[in-house]
């Protein structure tokens, strides 16, 4: 079995606590008009992570039930 080329790859996801506050601020971006994304997404990136297309599924179930919204956001 040969192991994907970013396997040993490290880097660190998004703690349930910034996850938290990510999703607090995504939903003040709804109020304020700016819609979830560009909240959530502004204050991960305001944390040093970076969402990464060319990594498996960081969802703890694997995307089973739906890819949530932090899926592949990550510090290297
Ligand atoms: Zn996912």
């Given at each position: 079995m040969v192991a994907p080329a970013n396997a040993t790859e490290?880097?660190?996801v998004p703690s349930h606590d910034e996850v938290l506050a990510a999703l607090r601020a995504g939903?003040?971006?709804i109020?304020?008009?700016?819609?979830f994304y560009p909240g959530f997404n502004g204050w991960l990136e305001s944390?040093?992570?970076?969402?990464?297309d060319?990594?498996?599924c960081t969802c703890p179930d694997g995307g089973y039930r739906g890819h949530?919204?932090?899926?592949?956001?990550?510090?290297?």
């Open positions: 490290e880097f660190t939903y003040r971006a109020d304020d008009g700016y819609g944390l040093g992570y970076r969402r990464r060319d990594i498996d949530l919204p932090e899926c592949r956001w990550v510090r290297p």
